[in-house]
Nanobody, 121 residues
Framework: QVQLVESGGGLVQPGGSLRLSCTAS????????MGWYRQTPGKQRELVAD???????NYADSVKGRFTISRDNAKNTVYLEMNKLKPEDTAVYYC???????????????WGQGTQVTVSS
């Protein structure tokens, strides 16, 4: 059973920093793209950043220059370093990964449980 477990959310003041972590576990053959999405009340879930197995990154314009996504393939872990946080960054952040469980199986989409990030003074 493949699963993604997130950690690192919390309350931080504007201008502060947080680091989110997400680790994949279970019967994993390969992990492809990994990323982070976020969702606020009344809005669609939006892509924050993602990263390929070759470490190519992609960021939403709203976080570019402030957030950094990285991954450790040996640990099956993706990180999101969030700096210079703004109140509008407040959201539930969801880890995302494309993975398959064995040779010959097509990759599937997996989601973490979500972790709350609140930026407030």
């Amino acid at each position: 059973q493949v699963q993604l477990v997130e950690s690192g959310g919390g309350l931080v003041q504007p201008g502060g920093s947080l680091r989110l972590s997400c680790t994949a576990s279970g019967s994993i053959f390969n992990i492809y793209v990994m990323g982070w999405y976020r969702q606020t009340p009344g809005k669609q879930r939006e892509l924050v950043a993602d990263i390929t197995p070759g470490y190519t990154t992609n960021y939403a314009d709203s976080v570019k220059g402030r957030f950094t996504i990285s991954r450790d393939n040996a640990k099956n872990t993706v990180y999101l370093e969030m700096n210079k946080l703004k109140p509008e960054d407040t959201a539930v952040y969801y880890c995302y990964s494309q993975m398959n469980s064995g040779l010959g199986f097509a990759p599937r989409d997996y989601w973490g449980q979500g972790t709350q990030v609140t930026v407030s003074s």
